[in-house]
């Protein structure tokens, strides 16, 4: 296992290692969701690039620092929670 598959599955083992929506178990259909909804900002922090090992290392540390800064998902449930997010995205104080 290469050093991105070995971070990426301390990730998902960290979330919970299933869908926090349905619970499906298969690690293919995972997706780290930035639960506050702030993706491009912290992909915009890290150069514009998302999925790569300077990726996994940083999630990893901000899971140390604000467990509820990601949740894991399947792509089906984290596409629901985009479209949510965008069709009424939280009000700001």
Known sequence: MGRYRGLQLAVFIL??????????????VFV???????GAKHRRALGGKGG???FWIDVLRRIARDPGA?????????????WQRRRHPPRRA
């Open 15 to 28: 979330l919970g290692d299933r869908c926090r929506r349905c619970g499906i178990k298969d690690r293919r």
């Open 32 to 38: 780290v969701d930035h639960a506050r909804g702030d």
């Open 52 to 54: 790569g090992p300077k």
């Open 70 to 82: 990601f949740q894991l998902l399947c792509a089906n449930d984290h596409m629901k929670t985009e």
